[in-house]
Nanobody, 113 residues
Framework: VQLQASGGGLVQAGDSLRLSCVAS??????MGWYRQAPGKQRELVAT???????NYADSVKGRFTISRDNAKNTVYLQMNSLKPEDTGVFYC??????????WGQGTLVTVSS
């Protein structure tokens, strides 16, 4: 199983970015994104089930949108109105139907003020 994340970068506050994560190797029930800010623990950003139901951290509601393409085994995170506090390494996460978790390598998002 492999998860390959991409799309991070350096942007200014108020800008947008779209992260992508291509997964392979099995069929995943839940896919999502977690974020780890400098000096902090990894935290959930958003998850999406195979049926399209979503869950968001309160800090990103209304600004971020998670989506997935089951045919491509790909999950996306559209991030709008980015804030400096969104800075961190974003990790793609996926869970198989057996409940086994998998992680991607992370992509760095830096938001300057």
């Amino acid at each position: 199983v492999q998860l390959q994340a991409s799309g991070g970068g350096l942007v200014q506050a108020g800008d947008s970015l779209r992260l992508s994560c291509v997964a392979s190797g099995t069929i995943f029930s839940t896919m999502g994104w977690y974020r780890q800010a400098p000096g902090k623990q990894r935290e959930l950003v958003a998850t999406i089930a195979r049926d399209g139901s979503t869950n968001y951290a309160d800090s990103v509601k209304g600004r971020f949108t998670i989506s997935r393409d089951n045919a491509k085994n790909t999950v996306y995170l559209q991030m709008n109105s980015l804030k400096p506090e969104d800075t961190g390494v974003f990790y793609c996460h996926a869970a198989s139907y057996y409940g086994i978790p998998y992680w991607g390598q992370g992509t760095l998002v830096t938001v300057s003020s």
